[in-house]
């Protein structure tokens, strides 16, 4: 089982990205999705979360800007981010609760390899 995340990339202040997350693998359920950031010398932070429902939630510097969203078909995970800012710049990591389709393995926290978002003119 594997986070696959894409879609990063240099983008001026004020311009969009969209960034995908897909789990891949043998994958028996998945429940709750997110995206966190770490920028430079930072912890890494939540900036979006998504149950398998549709429940979302944001962290505050992204509310109003930033969508997340998900395909329970397609195991995938979305994050449209729009109105960017050179403070959104950071490396991008998709999270998901998953439970393999392998006997005796628990459901746990897997993590994507990280996307690189940078704002600048």
């Known amino acids: 089982v594997q986070l696959q995340a894409s879609g990063g990339g240099l983008v001026q202040p004020g311009g969009s990205l969209r960034l995908s997350c897909a789990a891949v693998?043998?994958?028996?359920?998945?429940?709750?999705m997110g995206w966190y950031r770490q920028a430079a010398g930072n912890q890494r932070d939540l900036v979006a979360s998504i149950t398998r429902d549709g429940t979302t939630d944001y962290g505050d510097s992204v509310k109003g800007r930033f969508t997340i969203s998900r395909d329970n078909v397609k195991n995938m995970a979305y994050l449209q981010m729009d109105s960017l800012k050179p403070e959104d710049t950071a490396v991008y990591y998709c999270k998901a609760e998953i439970l393999p389709w392998t006997l005796g393995v628990p459901q746990s926290d897997y993590w994507g390899q990280g996307t690189q978002v940078t704002v600048s003119s």
């Open positions: 693998g043998n994958i028996y359920s998945i429940g709750d």
